[in-house]
């Protein structure tokens, strides 16, 4: 079955505990970004990678990190968090092309205290 | 920049046809998408529209203008599951990076 898939779903941690979300893709897919989602900010773009090692900052990269190393994982690192870091996390992935049809993971909720 | 207008909420009765529509702004287009999300889940594609016109796909279609800067999601003969939160979407920078609009929350009653 064709999927994106992230862990943990949920997490708890402290303030300034680093922490790392993975996300891992089954579709051959060029494409990963992270999103973020707060309520009446809908969705915006923490970090995007066009393909193995090739990564760049979206609109709210302050405060997190990302690699790809390898095509089907892109994780999402947070060195330090901080509370404004609560939020609800999506992965994506697409193939490259003309058609935007993300694919997202099912999301983690993370509480920063 | 980039940035999408949408209604925050939209009000409809079952059976009934709803519209939602999206205003952007952008300096280089690449087409508009749609995205639909349940509470607690992942948004799921709907629809692209790279062209102006009418696109399609069961009961739900969605049209774009590019001379308005408009697009609009329109579903048909709503059902109770269609409750859920609609976004549209632009790529910028490129048909991969998508801005996402805040959302329009759609809540069908019987």
């Known amino acids: 079955e064709a999927q994106v898939t992230q862990n943990p779903r949920y997490l708890i941690t402290v303030t300034g505990k680093k922490l790392t979300v993975t996300c891992s893709q089954n579709m051959n897919h060029e494409y990963m970004s992270w999103y973020r989602q707060d309520p009446g900010l809908g969705l915006r773009q923490i970090y995007y990678s066009m393909n193995v090692e090739v990564t760049d900052k979206g609109d709210v990269p302050e405060g997190y990190k990302v690699s790809r190393k390898e095509k089907r994982n892109f994780p999402l690192i947070l060195e330090s968090p901080s509370p404004n870091q609560t939020s609800l996390y999506f992965c994506?992935?697409?193939?490259?092309?003309?058609?935007?049809?993300?694919?997202f993971g099912q999301g983690t909720r993370l509480t920063v205290v | 920049g980039q940035s999408l207008e949408q209604p925050s909420e939209v009000t409809a009765v079952e059976g009934a046809i709803v519209q939602i529509n999206c205003t952007y702004q952008t300096s280089g287009f690449y087409g508009l998408s749609w995205y639909q999300q349940h509470d607690g889940g992942a948004p799921t594609f709907l629809s692209y529209n790279a062209l102006d016109g009418l696109e399609e796909t069961g009961r739900f279609s969605s049209f774009l203008s590019r001379s308005d800067s408009y697009g609009y999601l329109l579903l048909q003969e709503l059902q109770m599951k269609d409750s859920a939160s609609y976004f549209c979407a632009l790529p910028s920078g490129g048909y991969n990076k998508l801005i996402f609009g805040a959302g329009t929350r759609l809540a069908v009653h019987p």
């Open positions: 994506a992935s697409s193939p490259q092309g003309e058609n935007t049809e993300a694919f």
